[in-house]
């Protein structure tokens, strides 16, 4: 009785094919699965690494934000009014991904990060804060909520 176990011997009895023509067909057969894996592999992964990426940058100007609000406050308090432009040592994102905005109106202020580049396409948008320590967002498909707290 033949046995059907299937190993090479088994694919070649089957196929009737020549060894040295199996194994030429065996690793243009690999090399196919191996991309296709590949393909499928940086599909799933690469939609997550840019949510990452762009999470990473938003904390970012998350901090700037708070340490321009911090330094304001502490201007504020020495000076008795808030001051009418920030130097460029009072705030910065160090990845470039943000481009920061003061606003002084009347007695209060608001401090924008506005995205650029590939930052641009975040979900959270324009992040703002102002005087009273309300965060917001502007130009956001997600809550104000959501982006500070993600």
Do not use: E, I, K
């Given at each position: 009785?033949?046995?059907?176990?299937l190993g090479t011997g088994a694919i070649l009895w089957l196929v009737r094919l020549p060894a040295?023509?199996?194994r030429r067909s065996m690793s243009l057969l690999t090399l196919l699965l191996v991309l296709s894996l590949v393909g499928l592999l940086t599909q799933w992964a690469l939609p997550s690494a840019i949510e990452w990426m762009q999470r990473a940058r938003r904390n970012e100007a998350r901090l700037a934000l708070l340490q321009s609000a911090h330094w304001l406050e502490r201007y504020a308090a020495a000076q008795g009014r808030y001051p009418e432009l920030l130097p460029d040592s009072a705030w910065s994102v160090p990845s470039q991904?943000?481009?920061?905005?003061?606003?002084?109106?009347?007695?209060?202020?608001?401090v924008l990060?506005?995205?650029?580049?590939?930052?641009?396409?975040?979900?959270c948008g324009s992040l703002s804060l102002d005087q009273a320590?309300?965060?917001?967002?502007?130009?956001?498909?997600?809550s104000a909520q959501t982006c500070w707290s993600r």
């Open positions: 009785m033949m046995s059907w176990w040295h023509m199996f991904s943000y481009r920061l905005n003061y606003t002084l109106s009347g007695p209060g202020y608001t990060a506005v995205p650029l580049g590939a930052q641009a396409s975040d979900p320590g309300t965060r917001g967002v502007r130009l956001a498909s997600w």
